[in-house]
């Protein structure tokens, strides 16, 4: 089992910067895939929007709306993941969700309880 647990959310203006941080546990398969997803209010689950992941060999990816925006990095001794936000917008508010999948035998995935981000215009 893993568990994960997300810090660093809150209220910022817009323009303004935040760091999301992930913090993994558990039994995690050295090769992975770590990232953030994001759910806007009113969306449902399944309407949820990576925004960023990142491999446990460095490669990372981007959605285009945070691309020049936000970078994703982590730390693989520590099992921990960031994801710098800069140049905020209105548009960026959402509950962000650390998301962990790995393949021990078959894919397993695995979600932290999300952590609000708003942004004030």
């Known amino acids: 089992q893993v568990q994960l647990v997300e810090s660093g959310g809150g209220l910022v203006q817009a323009g303004g910067s935040l760091r999301l941080s992930c913090a993994a546990s558990g039994t995690i398969f050295s090769i992975n895939t770590m990232g953030w997803y994001r759910q806007a209010p009113g969306k449902q689950r399944e309407q949820r929007e990576l925004v960023a992941s990142i491999t446990s060999g460095g490669t990372t990816m981007y959605a285009d709306s945070v691309k020049g925006r936000f970078t994703i990095s982590r730390d693989n001794a520590k099992n921990t993941m960031s994801l710098h936000m800069n140049s905020l917008k209105p548009e960026d508010t959402a509950v962000y969700l650390c998301?962990?999948?790995?393949?021990?035998?078959?894919?397993?995935?695995?979600w932290g309880q999300g952590t609000q981000v708003t942004v004030s215009s």
């Open positions: 998301h962990l999948k790995h393949r021990p035998s078959v894919w397993y995935d695995y």
